[in-house]
């Protein structure tokens, strides 16, 4: 539990960081906050397609289908139709205005995704340390441009410096929140487990194909897409390490 606290607090001190770049005018290049997306919308997918779904699989056989896509639209709904549309990971600068309720819109988007990434976390620490260390990973990727959205969006919707602070940090509590969430399972029946898994899968699927990939797209770089491949092999090269560490 105390491991599981720990990653969750990290993720949550990078998205406060990425906050904090852009309150003290520190230019970040969208060149590699870019990057940062593409790697983890790689990462993501490998997680989602090679460790939660078959985990959640292999606990709860066909009927993990049900709640794979129940993650999935889960996300998609409070993201699309509770908060309205959101784009992540785009960068605003505080020269282009957008309006208040753009800001919060936004802001409350990303709260849910922040609150469902340290579930996805938590999830992954409570069946297994290796997959949960993955998901550390590729929560830890997209927190620290994270950051910066939500601090770049709430300064150009005309909130102060200080609101957008206290914007990155309490979509990193809602990260902590997320973990927190998932402890009580693990006192839980195994099938309650692979439920956890099986959402965790669908709302990784969903991140990586809905919410960052459509930003990498529309970046018109021809480079940023070789970066999600990168992603999938630094999975596998995390995986493969990790695994050498705990055999020995």
Known sequence: MLTTLLFGLIAALAEVLGGAFVILRRVWPKKIQEVLIALSAGFLLALAFFE?????????????????????????????TLVGHLHFGEETHSEVMVSKLTGFSTFFGLLIHAFFD???????????????????????????????????????SKQTRGTALLASGALGAATLLGVCT????????????????????GISTYVGASDLIPEINKS????????????????????????AVMMK
């Open 52 to 80: 939660l779904i078959p985990a959640s699989i292999s606990i709860l056989g066909a009927a993990a289908s049900i709640y794979l896509l129940l993650g999935f639209a889960l996300l998609h709904f409070f993201e699309h």
């Open 118 to 156: 340290g579930f996805s976390i938590s999830a992954g620490m409570s069946h297994d340390f290796f997959l949960g260390v993955l998901v550390f990973l590729a929560v830890l990727l997209h927190k620290f441009p994270e950051g910066l959205t939500i601090a770049s969006v709430m300064i150009a």
């Open 182 to 201: 998932v402890f009580p399972l693990s006192t839980v029946d195994k099938p309650v487990v692979g439920i956890a898994l099986a959402l965790s899968g």
């Open 220 to 243: 018109g770089s021809r480079i940023s897409p070789v970066f999600v491949l990168a992603g999938m092999v630094l999975f596998y090269l995390c995986g493969w390490l990790l695994e």
